[in-house]
């Protein structure tokens, strides 16, 4: 599976932006999608989740009100719409993908493949 993120960019606190993650290779209907986020000088970490069957999804508290997960099946492609967009949301945000339907929060070490980053920075 190839997975491209992208619709990243700057944007004033309190503004939104749109990812993409979009899948090539594979169908992503046997798949967990999950987006995470890398900060500088911080740990790659969990934001949102979509389970591609039943479109259960998960947030990390830090997004959760703010952002919401969503896929197009006939584009195989997984969206993350994030609002009120805060100064602490800078960051190179992934997609990636883990075999299997998973209920609860991904874990890095967990995901079978992963997309380059999209730079996420929001201006205060």
């Known amino acids: 599976v190839q997975l491209q993120a992208s619709g990243g960019g700057l944007v004033q606190a309190g503004g939104s932006l749109r990812l993409s993650c979009a899948a090539s290779?594979?169908?992503?209907?046997?798949?967990?999608v999950g987006w995470f986020r890398q900060a500088p000088g911080k740990e790659r970490e969990f934001v949102a989740s979509?389970?591609?069957?039943?479109?259960?999804?998960n947030y990390a508290d830090s997004v959760k009100g703010r952002c919401a997960v969503s896929r197009d099946n006939a584009r195989n492609t997984v969206y993350l719409q994030m609002n009120s967009l805060k100064p602490e949301d800078t960051a190179v945000y992934y997609c990636?993908?883990?075999?299997?339907?998973?209920?609860?929060?991904?874990?890095?070490?967990?995901?079978?493949?992963w997309g380059k980053g999209t730079q996420v920075t929001v201006s205060s």
């Open positions: 290779g594979r169908t992503l209907s046997s798949y967990t």
């Open positions: 990636a993908v883990r075999l299997g339907g998973t209920l609860g929060t991904l874990s890095t070490s967990g995901m079978d493949y």
């Open positions: 979509i389970t591609w069957t039943i479109g259960y999804t």
